[in-house]
């Protein structure tokens, strides 16, 4: 399944609302960095992401995740995600990113 997001700026919240629908995976890894990074070009605020259409992420977007995140704390912000499957959530705890990112 491809890579979609939907990005929507949340005036009230001041955040970057992101839907992930898809993959993240080699093959949609560098469309997922240059649409996050864009936006935070825009606006440098804090992103809530929400994984409730995640199907699926690697090794590699968890990398991309790592470095975009690494990006957004340069300038105080945060990196929230909500609605993860339980698939991605075990993928975050294995992995220790559980305790990196907020995951409502």
């Known amino acids: 399944m491809?890579?979609?997001?939907i990005s929507n700026y949340n005036e009230k919240q001041n955040t970057w609302n992101v839907?992930?629908?898809?993959?993240?995976?080699i093959s949609s890894k560098s469309t997922f960095k240059d649409e996050l990074?864009?936006?935070?070009?825009?606006?440098?605020?804090?992103?809530v992401f929400n994984c409730e259409n995640l199907e699926y992420i690697d090794s590699t977007?968890?990398?991309?995740?790592?470095?975009?995140?690494?990006?957004?704390?340069?300038n105080e912000k945060n990196v929230h995600f909500e609605?993860?499957?339980?698939?991605?959530?075990?993928v975050f705890t294995l992995t220790g990113l559980d305790k990196i990112f907020s995951i409502r």
């Not at 839907?19 to 995976?25: A, L, R, Y």
């Not at 935070?40 to 605020?45: A, D, G």
């Not at 968890?62 to 340069?74: A, D, P, R, T």
């Open 19 to 25: 839907e992930i629908h898809g993959e993240i995976d």
């Open 37 to 47: 990074l864009l936006l935070n070009n825009e606006k440098q605020l804090d992103f």
């Open 83 to 90: 609605k993860l499957k339980p698939s991605i959530a075990k």
């Open 2 to 5: 491809a890579l979609k997001l």
């Open 61 to 74: 977007g968890l990398g991309v995740l790592i470095s975009f995140y690494k990006n957004v704390k340069v």
